[in-house]
């Protein structure tokens, strides 16, 4: 009696278990769609049921910009990777040759290879190839990976596959053809299907590969989730992510069912309806930009420009600006030095200025075209690192620093307090080399600039005893996080900060008393821009003093624009984080090229940040 007791027990506290399990996995998958209905922007607060952010997407000419271009590379690649998928499942099951082992082993390396691995040879082999990156590089990447997949699932059908059926169509005097269609093919048809489901979704889905290999223009759907993420969260995301979910879980579900050999009936409706959520938003979705159409492309750092001012360009243009987003100089130059990324025009921090130009990666500019550089303070022109400006011209400036949440940490004026053990689990820092081993360096009383490698190594080192009290390192929303309460200080960059203590009082900025860093970010236009013309006119749009005013405002960046600055209002104008009094920049000392110890900056920074 008591056993079966205990017996009960077991089960339901196995039950349980089960139940917590199933919990971890979907919890966030469930909030994340219940969030999509919000009417509320925030996800603090449920202010009742809404379907305003599906339709929001549907006028979102980005979103279905992505999403086209997603379509296209999952339909394309699909069709090529079943194709070549089947043929060789068909040729391991049914000739026994040498080796053939291995060569299908080889077949389903890609399963196992780190996607990461697959994403930079790909990238290697195309700039060996110079083929420029864009929906083309981004379907061969999508086919090389989806291949194995399609191998494995038809393979495994044909394993209980019956040759006698083939054997008795032979006989009966079916050529090698007509047995292939006639009987292999609608055996495998399932397995097939499956394979192609499958080949779908993953394509679909994929981030981590196609953010290596797609170019400007070629912008997908989780691409475009992840750029719209760094620029704040928003319930337009949930729902779009909450479609995404929906429409590959289908067909997924197909995939599984067929191969499960279930009656195709059976696993149209959601093979139907899944691929219905992705194309019935693009075929009923507002305005996308045709083919072939002047556009002008754009890569420059999160929260730099903002989108109305973006829309201003293309009407008087009358062309389109694709943007990508970067949060370090070191992206950009890993794409720029990559070689073949398309874009018009970049926007790299001086000393990255100095690097380019030394590897003569940056088109000379045609200051003629220029005449607005002429409401640009001079301080900010013929700089040591652009001397006559003729790569580049200044767009923003601003400081390095410390935001904090006064009423948890009390005033704060030291670098020391991002190593003080009181505010363990609450620190961000930027996921930055120059500017993490900059502030350790300050704190041992060097420079930011410093080359020496025993210093260097120091500030590692105490980069390493701060890593425990890190909550996160981040440099593309790190003023996001701050106001939502995650962490209580922040290094990080003045503009987004002086936008989050306008938001929340309780927020203060301080350029600590060791010292700090300001950074010159400027407008570039690569070597190989498709559209150098329209590259120079944007670069003088944004030094249009109303331009260059309503981008500082926006944006609470610094102007280098001296006309732009008279038409701020004094609430910018004279914001202490935006234009900081005198005392504050004879402390701070601007970023430069460290030539040599660039590397060495590089590695020491790897090193802090995959030590456990
Ligand atoms: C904006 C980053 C500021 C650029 N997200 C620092 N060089």
């Known amino acids: 009696m008591a056993e079966a007791e205990a017996g009960a027990d077991v089960k339901r506290g196995l039950g349980l278990f089960a139940l917590g399990v199933y919990l971890f996995l979907y919890a966030p998958i469930v909030v994340l769609a219940a969030l999509s209905f919000n009417e509320s922007r925030s996800s603090a607060t449920w202010e009742g049921f809404t379907f305003a952010w599906y339709l929001k997407l549907l006028q979102n000419a980005q979103v279905m910009q992505a999403l086209r271009s997603s379509l296209i590379v999952a339909f394309v690649s699909t069709v090529v990777s079943t194709l070549l998928g089947t043929a060789a499942a068909l040729a391991f099951h049914r000739h026994r040759f040498r080796r053939a082992a291995w060569l299908e082993a080889l ?38 990976f989806s291949v194995s997949y399609v191998v494995v699932v038809v393979r495994a059908r ?5 040759r006698t059926l083939e054997e008795a169509a032979m006989d009966l005097g079916a050529g090698p053809w007509r047995t292939l269609f006639a009987v292999t093919l609608p055996l495998c048809a399932p ?13 679909i889905d994929d981030y981590v590969i196609t953010s290596f290999v797609a170019g400007v223009g070629s912008t997908t759907l989780p691409l475009q989730i992840y750029s719209m993420v760094r620029s704040g969260v928003s319930p337009e995301i949930n729902a779009v992510s909450t479609l ?55 890569y420059i750092w999160s929260n730099y420009i903002a989108p109305e001012t973006l829309a201003k360009f293309e009407a008087r243009h009358g062309v389109k600006v694709n943007v990508d987003l970067y949060d370090s100089n070191e992206a950009l130059l890993a794409k720029l030095q990559a070689g073949n990324a398309n874009y018009d025009v970049v926007c790299p921090s001086n000393y990255a200025v100095a690097i380019l130009a030394r590897q003569d990666l940056l088109l000379p500019l045609d200051l003629s075209a220029l005449p607005n550089l002429a409401h640009v303070d001079p301080a900010f022109l013929d700089r040591p690192h ?20 006064k009423s948890r940490t009390g005033p704060i004026d030291s670098w020391n307090a ?5 505010f363990a689990g609450r620190i961000l820092m930027l996921d930055d080399a120059r500017e993490t081993l900059g502030a350790a360096l300050l704190l041992d ?25 890190v909550r996160t390192y981040n440099s593309a929303d790190f003023d996001q996080v701050l106001l939502a309460g995650d962490v209580w200080l922040a290094q990080g960059w003045s503009g987004q900060f002086a936008k989050a203590m306008d938001q929340d009082p309780d927020i203060e900025y301080v350029v600590p008393k060791e010292g700090s860093s300001f950074f010159l970010d400027s407008l570039a236009i690569p070597r190989g821009a498709p559209h150098p013309q329209l590259a120079h006119a944007f670069l003088d749009f944004v030094m249009e003093p109303e331009i260059a005013a309503e981008i500082c405002a926006t944006m609470r960046y610094s102007t280098p624009n001296r006309s732009a600055r008279a038409l701020l209002p004094a609430a910018i104008r004279d914001h202490p984080a935006i234009f900081p009094p005198a005392d504050v920049m004879r402390r701070v000392e601007l970023l430069e090229d460290v030539g040599e110890a660039t590397v060495l900056y590089d590695r020491l920074w790897t090193e802090v940040k995959s030590a456990r």
Not at 191 to 203: E, K, P, Q, R, Y
Not at 389 to 398: D, H
Request: glycine residues 10%; aromatic residues 6%.
């Open 244 to 298: 995404l979910l929906l429409a590959t879980s289908l067909l997924l579900l197909a995939a599984h069912l067929l191969e499960r050999g279930r009656p195709a009936r059976l696993c149209a409706a959601p093979a139907g309806l899944g691929f219905a959520l992705l194309a019935g938003p693009f075929l009923l979705g507002g305005p996308s930009a045709a083919g072939g159409e002047r556009a002008l492309n754009l």
């Open 107 to 144: 077949f389903a390396l890609p399963i196992v290879v780190p996607e990461i691995v697959i994403a930079s040879s790909l990238v290697l082999l195309y700039a060996a190839l110079s083929l420029r990156l864009g929906l083309v590089t981004v379907v061969l990447a999508h086919v090389a």
């Open 386 to 405: 652009d001397p006559g400006n003729r790569l580049s011209i200044p767009y923003f400036w601003g400081t390095t620093g410390i935001a904090y949440r």
């Open 418 to 422: 991002l190593w003080d053990p009181r």
């Open 158 to 162: 044909l394993h209980g596959f019956d």
């Open 191 to 203: 397995a097939i299907l499956a394979g192609a489901l499958l080949a779908f979704a993953l394509s």
């Open 445 to 469: 009383g060097r420079g930011v600039n410093e080359e020496d490698p025993a210093a260097l190594g120091r500030a590692r080192q105490r980069l390493l005893a701060q890593k425990p009290l």
